[in-house]
């Protein structure tokens, strides 16, 4: 039986650098993917919630990034939207003066479950206050991910021409 940090480092490797270095292979320069995954997690910690693939595949389409590779970074951060979504909400609420939002994190995953419409609408009012803190999180964190991701790529670029010179 196969042990939970094989079966992690597996799926790593098929899930995440396989399909990285294959971008690479086929031309894809470490700037563009480096852009392409810094705007895939911060799109997809964004706090509203269902919204990150379709607006990273949109935002990736205007601006020319790797559609692949942006959608992978934004699903491998997806435990740090449900993470950072009340964090978002937090600070938003405390920037703006909205008041406390009603619900505790357990009341507010019970109200989507239970009364998913009615709870959406009672968290609209919070909701923009937590776009509004996400997007300047995302206008500093994107530029800081990318300038790190980029030296990474070129490393690994390297090391993939010195490993198959003819390729």
């Not at 619900?103 to 009012?125: F, I, N, Y």
């Amino acid at each position: 039986m196969q042990s939970i940090s094989t079966s992690v480092s597996g799926f790593a490797r098929d899930r995440i650098l396989t399909p990285l270095t294959n971008l690479l292979k086929t031309g894809a320069t470490p700037q563009s993917l480096a852009w392409s995954l810094a705007i895939g997690c911060v799109i997809g910690v964004n706090p509203l919630l269902g919204s990150t693939t379709v607006v990273c595949l949109v935002v990736a389409f205007v601006f020319r990034l790797n559609l692949i590779a942006s959608q992978i970074a934004n699903h491998i951060v997806y435990p740090l939207e449900l993470a950072l979504f009340y964090v978002f909400i937090r600070i938003g609420d405390r920037i703006f003066h909205t008041g406390k939002m009603p619900l505790d994190r357990h009341e507010m995953l019970r109200g989507v479950r239970m009364h998913p419409w009615e709870t959406t609408k009672l968290l609209w009012s919070w909701e923009w206050h937590a776009l509004i803190v996400w997007a300047v999180f995302a206008v500093v964190a994107a530029p800081l991910i990318a300038l790190a991701l980029t030296p990474l790529l070129k490393r690994a670029l390297v090391r993939m021409h010195r490993a198959d010179p003819q390729g």
